[in-house]
């Protein structure tokens, strides 16, 4: 047997590929302990989370929360004081990583000479991609701009504006697309639209990470959310895991104090009148509901009504925001 250091390299090579082949593929996004001040204001404080190939994770939280910086500096855009960034398993500053990642920015403004189609064209050649014409046609129709491909950008409305910055931020075929507010400037359709559109791209497995206020929109089409509050991260986790407490409300009479003592075991209980609010907890059996009212009953209460409601994304984040600990941002 050999022992020439190169032939040993050379027979461990195939094999070290196939270790790496079986690895599980690195996530789109890795960061972590993301830190940025501006003077005295901290932007961004310790922020580390992950998003996984074809994952549709939500950035949330009020003005200011450092939502744009955190994009920011996962693009290379803004310089971070610490913190480590990945993108597709590479330094997020890697040309080649940055040619996979597609950006759809916050604030921008495309030359106003130049047609939709020219925005289009300037951009792939800037991404270093291959893309035929054809392909950027389709892009424009995915936006529905197919119309308005030969105008120039100068005339168009914000809202063309940003469906343009949907398809640049598309067009290069990105495994990974990081999207700032790409619905605040789209009238319901559009941003219908660009729900089809996440929906489309989490069925091709590519990861998007999604910056919006508009929270009824994260909830149908996030897998996860990181909810961000004065620079750090708040919460985080699947809808699932966020919103796994569901409130039970019933409307009912002849209450004892058996009864409402039944009723405050069952999770944490309020009540005003005649309606009483349980919520319960997130690992409750499937019977949990039949089996408290059968006892209600039981116990002589009257039930006129009982309607279980889960915690929507919205209120779950005003509880979370609420229960922050305050203090200047
Ligand atoms: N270039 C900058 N210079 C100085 N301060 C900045 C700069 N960029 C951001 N900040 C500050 O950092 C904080 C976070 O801003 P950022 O834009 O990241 O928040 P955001 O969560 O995206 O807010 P919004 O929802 O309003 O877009 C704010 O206090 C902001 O004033």
Not at 16 to 32: G, K, N
Not at 139 to 163: E, N, W
């Amino acid at each position: 047997m050999s022992t020439d250091p190169t032939v040993l390299a050379e027979a461990a090579a195939p094999d070290a590929e196939r270790l790496l082949a079986d690895l599980p593929p690195t996530p789109a996004v890795w960061c972590s302990g993301l830190r940025k001040r501006y003077r005295k204001q901290t932007a961004v404080d310790d922020v580390s989370f992950t998003v996984g190939r074809g994952e549709v994770l939500g950035l949330l939280g009020p003005n200011g929360a450092g939502k744009t910086s955190v994009i920011k500096i996962l693009l290379g855009l803004v310089r971070p004081d610490a913190g480590e960034v990945l993108l597709l398993g590479r330094p997020g500053t890697d040309p080649q990583a940055r040619a996979r990642v597609g950006y759809l920015p916050e604030l921008f403004r495309y030359q106003p000479w130049l047609t939709a189609a020219e925005v289009l064209a300037l951009h792939v050649r800037l991404a270093g991609a291959a893309v035929p014409a054809r392909e950027q046609r389709e892009s424009l129709a995915l936006v529905g701009l197919t119309d308005r491909a030969g105008d120039r950008v100068g005339g168009f409305s914000k809202g063309m504006q940003q469906r343009l910055g949907l398809a640049v931020a598309l067009v290069a075929r990105p495994e990974l697309v990081l999207l700032d507010e790409p619905t605040s400037a789209l009238d319901p359709i559009g941003r219908a639209d660009v729900r089809d559109l996440l929906l489309s791209l989490k069925e091709r497995r590519v990861a998007v990470l999604l910056n919006s206020h508009l929270i009824g929109e994260v909830e149908r089409v996030c897998d996860r959310v990181v909810i961000l509050d004065k620079g750090r991260v708040a919460a985080s986790g699947t809808l699932a895991e966020l919103l796994g407490q569901r409130e039970l409300r019933l409307r009912l009479d002849e209450v004892s104090a058996e009864a409402e003592a039944r009723l405050a075991a069952a999770g944490q209980l309020t009540h005003s009148g005649d309606s009483y609010t349980v919520t319960l907890p997130a690992d409750q059996s499937a019977t949990m509901v039949p089996d408290l009212v059968a006892e209600l009953v039981r116990l002589g209460v009257r039930v006129h009504a009982v309607e279980p409601a889960r915690i929507s994304l919205e209120e779950r984040l005003l509880d979370i925001l609420r229960a922050g600990t305050g203090g200047d941002r």
